[in-house]
C-alpha cells in the first residue's frame, strides 16, 4: 500500500486560461447513478499546486482532485472572438471525452457562454475519476494510465453553422444573437489546499479520468459548415491533472 502525498496549492472556483476559457470541476448531481457515487465525495480545483515531498520541483498549473469514482461535472465558460459561439474538445493523451461539441446560444452579459459536460460524447457513461495505481494490472500498463492522468480543454471559434430547426444558416455578418462586448475579468480566487479541505492539507495520488456508470444527458446537434482549426487557432487551451483525495 502506498502512502497518500500531501498536497500545496491555491485553490479556486475555476481554472482558466486568460479570460477567453475558464473551467470548472464539480461532483455530477444531476444523473441517478452520479448521485448514488458521489454520496460523501468532494472535488477541489488548485493552481500552482505542489506535492512538496514527493515532486518538491514540480508545479501542477492546473489540478483537480477528487474522491475516488466520483462522477465529474464539467463546466466550460468561454468567450468566443466572433459572434457565433464556440466549439470545444475535452480530451486525455489517449482519447477524447468530447471530440467535438459546440455552444450557439446567446451569450450572457459578460460575453461569456457556459456549456456543462456530464458523459463522454460517444458512449453514455459517467466522466469518473479512479485510482492509477488501482487501474495497474495485466491489461493496464503504467504509461498507458499516465495518458489517462491528464486532459486538454480546447475551444475555438464557429464562423457559419446551419440550426436543423429553423433551417437558417448563420454567419459571423448574420449572427443568430448580437454580439456582447466583453467585461471585466472574473475573480476565482478561493484560498489555500489547507483551507480548502477545512484543516489539514489534502492527502492525495494520482488518479485517472474514466467512463463508468450510466449517464443520462443529451446533446443537441447542429450542422457546422466553417470553424477555425482547433489544433491551430484555438482560443483557449489549458491542461488538468487529476488526483485522488485520501484513497487508503
Do not use: K
Amino acid at each position: 500500500m502506498t502512502a497518500s502525498h500531501a498536497l500545496e496549492g491555491q485553490a479556486t472556483d475555476w481554472l482558466r486560461d486568460s479570460e477567453n476559457l475558464l473551467v470548472r470541476f464539480g461532483l455530477n448531481d444531476d444523473d441517478a447513478d452520479a448521485r448514488h457515487r458521489n454520496r460523501g465525495a468532494q472535488a477541489h480545483m488548485f493552481t500552482d499546486a505542489r506535492l512538496p515531498h514527493l515532486a518538491p520541483d514540480r508545479v501542477f498549473p492546473n489540478l483537480v482532485a477528487v474522491s475516488r469514482g466520483a462522477a465529474l461535472s464539467i463546466q466550460i465558460r468561454a468567450r468566443a472572438r466572433g459572434p457565433l459561439g464556440f466549439g470545444f474538445r475535452i480530451a486525455t493523451g489517449a482519447d477524447p471525452v468530447v471530440d467535438r461539441l459546440y455552444a450557439v446560444h446567446r451569450a450572457d452579459a459578460l460575453g461569456y457562454r457556459s456549456v456543462t459536460v456530464r458523459r463522454f460524447q460517444h458512449e453514455a457513461s459517467l466522466i469518473t475519476v479512479d485510482l492509477m495505481r488501482a487501474r495497474l494490472g495485466h491489461s493496464h500498463r503504467l504509461d498507458a494510465l499516465q495518458q489517462l492522468w491528464t486532459c486538454d480543454i480546447t475551444t475555438w471559434d464557429v464562423h457559419q453553422f446551419l440550426d436543423p430547426i429553423s433551417a437558417r444558416v448563420y454567419t459571423r455578418n448574420n449572427p443568430r444573437f448580437p454580439p456582447t462586448p466583453p467585461a471585466g475579468p472574473v475573480d476565482t480566487r478561493r484560498g489555500s489546499a489547507r483551507d480548502a479541505a477545512g484543516g489539514p492539507a489534502l492527502q492525495v495520488n494520482a488518479g485517472v479520468i474514466w467512463a463508468d456508470g450510466s449517464a443520462e444527458q443529451t446533446f443537441e446537434r447542429i450542422q457546422v459548415q466553417a470553424e477555425a482549426d482547433p489544433d491551430r487557432e484555438f482560443s483557449g487551451r489549458l491542461r488538468v491533472h487529476f488526483f485522488v483525495v485520501d484513497p487508503d
